[in-house]
């Protein structure tokens, strides 16, 4: 008998084909008293003449307690037994069979993520944009903001244009399969959210779509990591919604703990993410433990000005954060909300019919949102519109922009590492070559 083992995230699977025996490992711990592990065995059974995959057991064993595996031994024989024989297995026996399952799986949970050598020329694996300049792929991706501002429907919105692998509201996505995780409200009140997005982004059927999963979810995302893998697995999904990130720690944002296990289990799940987030109270900083930004590959946070009693929100969008990235440009929107009120049997209902997200340029966006720039930013908005410009009138303009004061040294020291802006004594302007040479990629010297 060959078994062979292998690893998906924290899932151990252990076959052999030849003789039909299959077992999957999930919810393993080790203890003082051993290494429990939930296992899961199938086999293939003669039956009537045809051969057929059958579950014979499911059930939790200590993989080192001679006891426990020859329960599990008894058992497993006397389904079979009862069934028919496995198969070509005159030879075959449970009682080798399973120690050697079992030593197999904890030989395997022991050895870990194996070292990797790089003795040998591979590849070069670069990173890319899921959706270009705000979703990285491969990566957990922060959005965090004060509540009401619309992270939901901007995620929902990418969740939308990456399922359909749409150029819409000035985002650029490359099509993939998504799961959205929710913690936050049901599958009803999803569904009506994701009609009006696609109402607004003009999809001729907006009551369906494409690639898209929803599940709704309670309690941490840690301690439910290998049944969302297996539905990963099974779909083949590569971008997920967490929405939103206090929810899926279980509840407590503030120790460091929790935030480690929420990372590792994205790390274990294996597919570009997006996080939502809450802002702290004032919306100056994300809510809980700097960790969430210490482990994040992207942050960005999000700012929203709304008029009381209107059905337009503009929302900015900065990158706080990026690995393997330059900081982007801050993105701005202006969502319009067509709602619409019903009168059904004495109830009276709410609800979005629509919702445009129409992008904004920068120097269009609202002042106080303006003032979230910063001076490189704004000196980089004012070169767009003239060639050139002298310190003084950019650090007048910051000024403004900021709210507080701006000088002309704060202007130089702000840009003087940005490769692409020229300051010729007095004079700021923007570099074309520099910026050319930016994303130059020089001819490898190894061929």
Same mark, same amino acid.
């Given at each position: 008998?060959?078994?062979?083992?292998?690893?998906?995230?924290?899932?151990?699977?252990?076959?052999?084909?030849?003789?039909?025996?299959?077992? %999957?490992?999930?919810?393993?711990?080790?203890?003082?008293?051993?290494?429990?592990?939930?296992?899961?065995?199938?086999?293939?059974?003669?039956?009537?003449?045809?051969?057929?995959?059958?579950?014979?057991?499911?059930?939790?064993?200590?993989?080192?307690?001679?006891?426990?595996?020859?329960?599990? %031994?008894?058992?497993?024989?006397?389904?079979?037994?009862?069934?028919?024989?496995?198969?070509?297995?005159?030879?075959?026996?449970?009682?080798?069979?399973?120690? &050697?399952?079992?030593?197999?799986?904890?030989?395997?949970?022991?050895?870990?993520?194996?070292?990797?050598?790089?003795?040998?020329?591979?590849?070069?694996?670069?990173?890319?944009?899921?959706?270009?300049?705000? #979703?990285?792929?491969?990566?957990?991706?922060?959005?965090?903001?004060?509540?009401?501002?619309?992270?939901?429907?901007?995620?929902?919105?990418?969740?939308?244009?990456?399922?359909?692998?749409?150029?819409?509201?000035?985002?650029?996505?490359?099509?993939? &399969?998504?799961?959205?995780?929710?913690?936050?409200?049901?599958?009803?009140?999803?569904?009506?959210?994701?009609?009006?997005?696609?109402?607004?982004?003009?999809?001729?059927?907006?009551?369906?779509?494409?690639?898209?999963?929803?599940?709704?979810?309670?309690?941490?995302?840690?301690?439910?990591?290998?049944?969302?893998?297996?539905?990963?697995?099974?779909?083949?999904?590569?971008?997920?919604?967490?929405?939103?990130?206090?929810?899926?720690?279980?509840?407590?944002? #503030?120790?460091?703990?929790?935030?480690?296990?929420?990372?590792?289990?994205?790390?274990?799940?294996?597919?570009?993410?997006?996080?939502?987030?809450?802002?702290?109270?004032?919306?100056?900083?994300?809510?809980?433990?700097?960790?969430?930004?210490?482990?994040?590959?992207?942050?960005?946070?999000?700012?929203?000005?709304?008029?009381?009693?209107?059905?337009?929100?503009?929302?900015?969008? %900065?990158?706080?954060?990026?690995?393997?990235?330059?900081?982007?440009?801050?993105?701005?929107?202006?969502?319009?909300?067509?709602?619409?009120?019903?009168? &059904?049997?004495?109830?009276?209902?709410?609800?979005? &019919?629509?919702?445009?997200?129409?992008?904004?340029?920068?120097?269009?966006?609202?002042?106080?949102?303006?003032?979230?720039?910063?001076?490189?930013?704004?000196?980089?908005?004012?070169?767009?519109?003239?060639?050139?410009?002298?310190?003084?009138?950019?650090?007048?303009?910051?000024?403004?922009?900021?709210?507080?004061?701006?000088?002309?040294?704060?202007?130089?020291?702000?840009?003087?590492?940005?490769?692409?802006?020229?300051?010729?004594?007095?004079?700021?302007?923007?570099?074309?070559?520099?910026?050319?040479?930016?994303?130059?990629?020089?001819?490898?010297?190894?061929?």
């Amino acid at each position: 008998m060959t078994l062979t083992a292998s690893s998906h995230g924290p899932v151990i699977r252990v076959e052999d084909t030849d003789m039909g025996v299959y077992c %999957q490992a999930s919810r393993i711990r080790e203890s003082d008293d051993g290494i429990e592990a939930e296992l899961l065995i199938e086999a293939d059974l003669q039956i009537d003449g045809e051969k057929h995959r059958v579950k014979l057991n499911h059930s939790r064993v200590n993989l080192l307690n001679d006891g426990q595996k020859q329960r599990l %031994q008894i058992r497993l024989q006397e389904v079979v037994t009862s069934s028919d024989s496995i198969t070509g297995t005159e030879k075959f026996s449970w009682a080798s069979t399973v120690p &050697n399952l079992c030593s197999k799986i904890a030989e395997q949970y022991r050895v870990g993520i194996p070292a990797v050598s790089f003795s040998e020329r591979r590849e070069i694996s670069r990173r890319s944009w899921l959706i270009r300049d705000f #979703i990285l792929k491969g990566v957990p991706n922060i959005l965090w903001a004060e509540g009401g501002s619309c992270k939901s429907y901007l995620s929902l919105l990418s969740s939308c244009l990456i399922a359909r692998g749409m150029t819409a509201s000035g985002l650029h996505a490359s099509m993939g &399969n998504v799961l959205y995780l929710d913690w936050e409200e049901d599958e009803e009140l999803f569904y009506t959210r994701m009609i009006a997005v696609q109402r607004g982004l003009k999809i001729a059927d907006p009551y369906t779509i494409p690639n898209m999963m929803y599940k709704k979810l309670t309690g941490s995302l840690a301690g439910q990591v290998e049944d969302l893998i297996s539905l990963i697995d099974k779909n083949n999904i590569n971008f997920c919604v967490i929405d939103s990130v206090g929810a899926a720690l279980g509840g407590n944002g #503030i120790e460091a703990q929790p935030v480690e296990e929420l990372f590792d289990a994205m790390g274990i799940l294996g597919v570009t993410s997006l996080l939502i987030d809450h802002a702290r109270k004032g919306g100056d900083d994300m809510y809980g433990s700097i960790y969430k930004g210490n482990r994040a590959r992207q942050v960005r946070k999000l700012k929203k000005v709304q008029v009381h009693g209107s059905d337009l929100t503009e929302i900015m969008i %900065q990158h706080d954060k990026g690995n393997d990235t330059n900081l982007k440009e801050p993105m701005s929107f202006l969502v319009k909300f067509d709602n619409k009120v019903e009168l &059904n049997e004495g109830e009276y209902f709410e609800y979005a &019919n629509s919702v445009v997200f129409e992008p904004v340029a920068l120097d269009s966006a609202n002042s106080e949102l303006q003032s979230e720039y910063s001076v490189p930013q704004i000196v980089r908005n004012q070169l767009a519109r003239t060639p050139t410009a002298s310190l003084t009138s950019l650090a007048k303009l910051a000024s403004e922009i900021k709210g507080s004061q701006v000088s002309e040294s704060d202007i130089t020291e702000s840009i003087a590492r940005m490769q692409d802006i020229n300051i010729t004594g007095e004079m700021v302007s923007k570099s074309v070559e520099k910026e050319i040479k930016r994303f130059r990629i020089k001819p490898s010297t190894n061929e």
